[in-house]
C-alpha cells in the first residue's frame, strides 16, 4: 500500500501553504479556514468556533487588538471571513468528527497547527526561502513543524474519508491551535470532547533523530509552566532626576540573572529559560515597565513545581530590591503522562512495513513540553489508551530555529500508518477485551 | 509693550497642534511642513532637506523602513506632500532666514521640534488629554516642551516678519530636528550654518523652576554620549538543547546591572541608564538577539568619556562571558560648552520689564545634555557670542514624565523678550567694539 | 561469623578519635600517624611520604605556611614528629601492604580520611557534640563519614593480619589523603600503586538511604572539575577615588551569578557551586583582590568539560568588564568509570548473609563526585576488576552538613564483608579464567 | 620659631613606632598605652577605659574573642598590662588635659589613632618596608596617615607642656580609636567630653595635595552609613542535593551588583561600596552564610540617607530572592558639619608662616568621611567654634592603598602650628567678644 502520487504531492502543498502563512497560537485563522473548508469537502463534520473550548480553561490568549488585526489579516490572506468572525476571540482550531454509523471504537488523532514567534532566516541557503514558501507574516514562522503536521491530519482526512465504507466507529481528528506555549489543549479537553475517546495518537515530526525513525511512545517531554512577569516601576528624567526613578528594568536584569541561576534538582533534568525580555520607552528614561516571557521545566512535576516555586521568590524579590510592583500570570501549563504500554506494540505493527520507515523504538523522544499530555490524561482517566509518536527527519537544524524545514518525505508516512491504525483499532481492541465504543474505567 | 491677543492665541493654537501631533526625532515631516508653510506665508527663506544637513555627520537616524512609515502618517496627518518628499530619508526641520537688505549682523535663535518616545497619560487628571489635544501617535509625546519651543519660534518669525523695516542684518531661526538623542545639531552644525553667526540664543521652556524665573546663562548641562549595544548569540530551544544556545539576553542582563554599577567619579556628576531592553523572539527559545538602548553623561566631558569608556568594557565583557558577538554604535552625543559671560547683561537686559518675568538669575539649569552646546561651540569658534536660556514654568510633573504638560502662558515671555533682542544687538554689539555682519577672531 | 565484641568496640573508638581530630586534605598528619602506627602493630607494611606519591601530579595542595602550622598542630595533638616530619609538604595518606608470601592476586582496598572544611555543630542534638568527640580543629570536620572509613580500614587491617595463614597473595589497603575536592588519588595512581591491582572495591559510607543497604557498583557519580579563581584589580579609596578602582569583586559577584546561570545540558545533569567567595579588605576601600573556589560536575566527562569550558569564559568576560586581571587554577578532578560489571556478583554474595546488611543493589548511588574514579580507571586498564561499594546508614542529615554523623553500627559489616572479600578473591578470579597475579589485558 | 630638632626627630621616631605597629580600630591597645605612657611622663592629665566613652554609643566594636587576642598581642608588643586590662572590651584611646590653673578658654584638638585593614606593601619600593618599619600585624597599615596624627599629638603635647607657664585656660588633645568606619567619635561625644570646649580643631594630613597647602576649614567630607550584613541560608551537597540548599553566597552577589547599581542623586555626589564579602565554607557545599561591609555616602546628610534607605531594599530584596534570612547591622555613621566660618581667619594666621607651609585654602578637601563632625557639631552645639584642617603632602599614591606612605616633613608643620593656636586662643576669642570658658548660646 502506498499513497497515490497526486495525495502524496497535495501533503506538499497543503504543508508549503500552511508554512508561508504562519500563524502563532490563537491566531490560526487562515490555517483553521483553510482546514474546515477541506475537510467539508471531504464530507466531515467540523466542530469550531467556542463549541470547542471551554473558555475559562484558555491559557496564554493574546490582547483582543491582536487578535482583530489578525483576524484582518487572516482574511487579508484568504480565510473564509464567515469562519474567522465565527472564531472570534481567538477560538481558534478544528475538530474534525468522521461518523461511519456502525459500532466501534472512538479512535482520536491530534495535529497541531500553529506556528512559533520566530524570524524566518530569509537566505537562499534555507529552503523555504528559496523556493519562495518562506513567511510572509512577520515574526511568524513554523519552526516546528506543525505546518507538518496540519498537512498530515489532511492527509488522514482525505484517506479516511475515502475508504469510509470500511472503516467502524468514530474518526475523530483535532487540529489543535496554541500548543507553543502547551495553551491550547486545556480547553479542548475541559469541553468533554476526549471523555469518550478509545484509542488517541498524538504525532510529531522530529528532527535530527534519523529519516524514518519512530518512537512509538514517546515519553522524554517534560512538566512546564509559562508564564509571564510585568514590572511597574516610576519613570523619571535619567539625567535630571535619577533618584526619583524606580527601574523596572534592573529589577528584570536582575530576576533574569537569578532565574537561571535556581540551582539544578537532583531528582532529574530542570530547565528554565526566560525568552523575552522588553523594557523601558526611553534612552533617557528610567524605564518604569519591563515585561519577561518565562518558562520552567521539569522531568517530573515535581521538578517543574520546585523550579517554578522558586522563580516566584526571585520575581518578587527583584520587585522588593528595586521598590516596585510585580504581576506573575500563568499563560501556559503541561504535566507530564506517559503513553499506555499496552498499546505500543499496535502501533509499532502499524508501523512496521509503511515504506519510508527505518529503526522504531517505543520509548524516547525529545525533551520539550507538550500539552497533548493533557489530552493522553483525559483519555486513559476515562478508560481509552493513548500514546505520543514521534517521525524521525534527517535535518540539519534543529526545532525552534530560525533555519529549521522538515523532511516532506515524512508527510505520507504518517499518513499511511496512521491510516492503518484506524483500519486495525477495533480488531486491536476487541483483542485486549476492552470494551470500546464506550467508557471503560481507568488503568490503574 | 505686549503681544496682541490674537497671536498669543495662536500661539497657544499652534503649541497644541504640535503637541497632538507629536513626532520623535528625524521624524518631524509634519511639524516641519507647517512650520515651513507658517515661514513661507510671513516672507521668510527657508532652508530644509538635505541642503540643510552635512548628511556624514547625522546620528541616530530611524531605519528606512520607520522613515517611509512616518512619511506616509505624517501625510496622513495633512503634512505638506512634496515637502515631506523633499525631506526624504528624515532631512526634517528648518531654518528660517529674513535678510534685512541693512547691514547688520546675524542673529541666531534655535528652537527644537521633536518629541519624546514616550506613551502619553490618557486620563482626566493630565490636561491635553482632558482638553482634546493628547498625542494621537502611538510612543511619541511632547514631554520635553519643544512643542512650546517650535511655537515660540514661530512667534517671533511672525513679531520679527512685522517689524522688519526697523531691523538691520539678518536673523535666523533653526527649527532643530532631533533633540532627543542629542542628535540632531551636529549635521545642520557641520553644513556650515553657524559660521556666520554674532550672536547665538537657544531657548528651553524649564518645569518645576518657579513661574517666570529665567536663567540667562544655563551651564548645567552635562556632557553626554547616546549608544546602541546590539548583542548576537545563538538560538536554540530552551527544552531540548539549552547547551546549544548563546544567550544574549543573559549577556544584555548582566551589562545592564554592570553599566549601572560602574563607579561613581570623584570629580563630579556621572550618569548612566539602560533605558530600553528588548530581547528575545519567543518564551522556549534561548534569546540569540539583545538591544539596549544606553547613555552615558558627565559634568564635565572628561567624566563623560569616563563613564563611556567604562561602558564598552562592561558591554565587551558581558559578550565575552557569553560567547556571543556584540556592536555598539554612537547615535548621539553632546559635549559642554559654556555661555559667553560677556553676553549675560544683555540677555538678562531684554527679559527685563517682559510681563511675566519673574527672577532672572544668570547661571543654573537642569542638569539634562544638549546638542544645543554644539551650536553655541561653533558660533564661538567662529568669533560669535552664544548663550542658552532658560525660561522657568510651575508645573507639577517633571521633564519626560507621562505626564508633562507647559505653561502656555510663558510662550508669549519668549516671544517678546527674544524680540527685544533682535532689536537691540547691533547696538550692543557695537558696545563691545565687536566687529559683527563678518566673522572675527575666537575669545579666548 | 561476627567480628569480636572488642573489635567492635575498637572501631568506634578509632572513629572517634579521627572524628575529634578532622583534618582536611593534604593536612591529615595526625591521622595518617595514627594510622601508620596501628597498622606496623599489625605487621602491614608501609608505603608514606613522598614515595607514595608522584609529586607533579598533586593537585590543590595547601600552601606552605598552612602546612607548617598543620604540623605543628599534628605533633600537639599526639602524631609521631618523626612522622610528621617524613610527611613534609602535605604527603599524607598511608598504603598498608601485606605479603602473605603465597601466590595469589592483588586484592586492593581505598579508604579515604580527610575531613571537610565545615565548622561542627556545637549543640546538644548533635551526638559528637553531646558525647565529647566534636572536633576540636576549627573549620575542620568529618562531614562525609571519612573517620569511619578509616576505621573499617584498620578493622579490615586487624582482621586480616589475624588471618594472614589463610590467605594468598598481597593485600593492599590505601588511606587515600585529600579525596574532598577530588585530589589526592591522582599522584598515588601516577606513582604506579595500582598497577598491579586484580581487584579493587573502594568503600563509602551513606546516608540517608536505609540502614544497611548496599550498593555493590555505585555508577552515580559526576565526573567534575575543582578550580580557584583569583581576581586582581585596583584599590582605591572608595569615598575619595571610586573611580580610579578596578573592582575585583564587582568581578566575582557577576561572575558568581553568570556561573549559576550556565545553561543546563540536555545530556544529563550537570552542577555549579560557587562555594566560597572572598574579597575585599576594607569597608571603604574598593576590592582589588577577590577569591572564588568553584566546582563544575557533569554525568558525563562531556558534559562536566562543557560547564568548565562555558565558567571560563565566564570567569575571563568578568574580568574583561571590570578592566581587572584573573587566573584560573584547576585544583582538582574526577572522571567518570564504570564498575567491572563482571565483578558485582562477587561483591554481592560477599555482602550477603553479613549481619546488619538489608537490601542489596548492584547499582545507583549519589551524585557527588570521586577520585577513587581514577584508581578504578587504572585497575582496569590494566587488567583487573574494580568496583565502589555504598554502605547504607539511616541518618537524618546529609552528607556535607554540620550535623552529620555516621552509624556506627556500620562499620563492622564493612569489615566483616571486606574480609569475605579477599578471603575467596583467588578463587572468584580463577572462576572467571583470570591471571590473576600478573597484568592481563585491559577489558573492551 | 623652629622646633628643636631633637623634638623634629622625636616625631618621626613616634610615628614609625606607630606605623609599625599598626593597630585597626578599637584594638590601638599598645598605642594608646605608648601615648599615655609619654602624656604622663609630660605632666598630662589621662582620661581613658570605660570612662573615656559613653558604652552604649559605641559603634563596630570587634567580637570579645579578637579583642582578647589583640590585648594579648599588644602587651606581646610592648603595652603596659595594666593599662591594657583597663582598656578592657575596647574601651581604647585617651584624652590628655592640660590644666593650666589660669582662666581662659578650653582649646581642644583631635588626632586620631587607628590603622586600616589593609596589607601592607612589602617591597622595596615601599619606604616603610625598605626601611624596616613596615607594620609587623598582620592585614592591619596606616594607610590613611593616622600614625602621624598621632605623633603631632604628641609633638604638641610635648611644646605644650614646655610652654605651660605661657598658657591659660585649658588644653585637650584627644586621641581618638576607631576613627576609620567612623565609629569612634560617638562615644565620646556622648560622654560630654566637648560640652565646655570653645574652639575646636581636628587634624588630618592629606596626600596628592602639594606638599605644604593647607586647608584651614576642611568641608568635603561627606555624610556616611556604614553597615554590614548577614545572610544565612541552608547549606547543602552541591553535586548531591543542589536543590536542597538555600544559597547566601547568590543573594549576596546579586545585592552586592545592585547595591553598586543603586542610581545617583540629583542633589549630589553618592558614594556606595561593598569593601569585603566573605562566603561560603567549602567548594562542594552550597553556602550557607554570606557577610557584606558596605558603607553608603552623601554630599548631604539626605543624600546618603536616600542611599542607605535604598540599600535597605537591595539587601532585603536579595534575601527575598533566594529564600534566606537577613540581618543589617550599623556599625558606624557620619554626618556633614561646616566648619565655623568666624574662625577659619584665625587659623590661617596661625599656619602663615610657618616654615613648611605653602598655599592656604579655606575650603575644599577629601571626599573621605569623618567622625569629627559629631565633635564639631557637639562644639557648635555648645557655643563653641570647630573647624577641620588639612596638611597638604605631596605623595605619589593616594590614602587606604597599599602603598601609602606620609612626608614625615609635615609632622612640624602641624606642631607649630597649632601650639601657635593655643598661644592666641583666648585673645582671638575675646576679639569675637565670646565668652569663653563656659557655655554660650550656638551660633546660628
Redesign the interface.
Known amino acids: 500500500m502506498t499513497l497515490p502520487a497526486e495525495l502524496t504531492q497535495q501533503l506538499t502543498t497543503w504543508r508549503r501553504d500552511f508554512h508561508a502563512h504562519a500563524e502563532p497560537g490563537w491566531t490560526e485563522f487562515r490555517t483553521t479556514s483553510a482546514i474546515i473548508e477541506v475537510l467539508r469537502e471531504l464530507g466531515w463534520e467540523t466542530v469550531y468556533g467556542p463549541e470547542l473550548h471551554e473558555d475559562s480553561a484558555r491559557l496564554g490568549v493574546p490582547a483582543a487588538e491582536v487578535l482583530a488585526r489578525e483576524r484582518e489579516r487572516a482574511v487579508a490572506q484568504g480565510a473564509d471571513p464567515e469562519l474567522v468572525e465565527a472564531m472570534g476571540e481567538g477560538f481558534t482550531g478544528v475538530l474534525g468528527v468522521l461518523e461511519t454509523g456502525r459500532q466501534g471504537p472512538v479512535v482520536c488523532f491530534r495535529f497541531d497547527i500553529d506556528s512559533?514567534?520566530?524570524?524566518e532566516l530569509r537566505d537562499d541557503s534555507h529552503r523555504p526561502y528559496a523556493e519562495g514558501f518562506a513567511s510572509v507574516n512577520d515574526?511568524a514562522m513554523h519552526g516546528c513543524g506543525h505546518d507538518g503536521h496540519a498537512a498530515i491530519g489532511l492527509g488522514l482526512a482525505t484517506v479516511l474519508a475515502e475508504r469510509k465504507d470500511e472503516l467502524s466507529g468514530t474518526v475523530k481528528i483535532i487540529f489543535q491551535p496554541a500548543e507553543?506555549?502547551v495553551r491550547g489543549a486545556h480547553s479542548i479537553v475541559a469541553a468533554g470532547w476526549f471523555d469518550d475517546v478509545d484509542m488517541f495518537v498524538a504525532t510529531h515530526l522530529k528532527s535530527n533523530d534519523g529519516k524514518g525513525n519512530i518512537v512509538t511512545g514517546s515519553d522524554g517531554y517534560?512538566a512546564?509552566t509559562?508564564f509571564d512577569v510585568v514590572y511597574t516601576g516610576i519613570?523619571?528624567?535619567?539625567?535630571?532626576?535619577?533618584?526619583?526613578?524606580r527601574?523596572a528594568?534592573?529589577a528584570?536584569?536582575?530576576a533574569?540573572?537569578?532565574l537561571?541561576?535556581i540551582?539544578?534538582?537532583?531528582?532529574g533534568?530542570?530547565?528554565i529559560?526566560?525568552?523575552?525580555?522588553?523594557?523601558?520607552?526611553?534612552?533617557?528614561?528610567?524605564?518604569r515597565r519591563?515585561v519577561l516571557?518565562?518558562?520552567t521545566?521539569g522531568q517530573s512535576s515535581e521538578i517543574n513545581e520546585?523550579m517554578f516555586e522558586?522563580a516566584k521568590?526571585?520575581v518578587?524579590?527583584?520587585?522588593?530590591?528595586?521598590?516596585i510592583e510585580h504581576e506573575v500570570t500563568v499563560v501556559g501549563r503541561a504535566d507530564q503522562e506517559a503513553p499506555s504500554s499496552q498499546l505500543l506494540p499496535y502501533i509499532r505493527a502499524c508501523f512496521e512495513g509503511t515504506p519510508g520507515v527505518a529503526e522504531i523504538r517505543d520509548s524516547g523522544g525529545?525533551?520539550?513540553?507538550e500539552d497533548a499530555t493533557a489530552m493522553m490524561k483525559r483519555v486513559k482517566e476515562c478508560g481509552g489508551l493513548a500514546t505520543y509518536v514521534q517521525i524521525g527527519m534527517d535535518t540539519s537544524w534543529?526545532?525552534?530555529?530560525?533555519r529549521f524545514d522538515i523532511d516532506e518525505d515524512m508527510l505520507a508516512v504518517g499518513v499511511e500508518s496512521e491510516l492503518k491504525i484506524v483500519l486495525g483499532a477495533a480488531e486491536f481492541l476487541d483483542s485486549l477485551g476492552r470494551d470500546h465504543g464506550e467508557p471503560v474505567p481507568p488503568e490503574a
Open positions: 512559533n514567534d520566530l524570524v515574526a507553543e506555549g517534560l512546564s509559562k519613570g523619571a528624567h535619567a539625567g535630571g532626576d535619577p533618584e526619583k526613578g527601574n528594568l534592573l528584570a536584569a536582575t533574569t540573572l537569578n537561571h541561576a540551582p539544578r534538582h537532583s531528582g533534568a530542570s530547565r529559560n526566560v525568552g523575552v525580555l522588553s523594557a523601558g520607552e526611553g534612552r533617557n528614561v528610567v524605564p519591563a516571557r518565562v518558562e521545566r520546585y522558586r521568590d526571585v518578587a524579590g527583584a520587585a522588593r530590591m528595586h521598590g525529545p525533551a520539550g513540553s534543529g526545532h525552534h530555529t530560525e
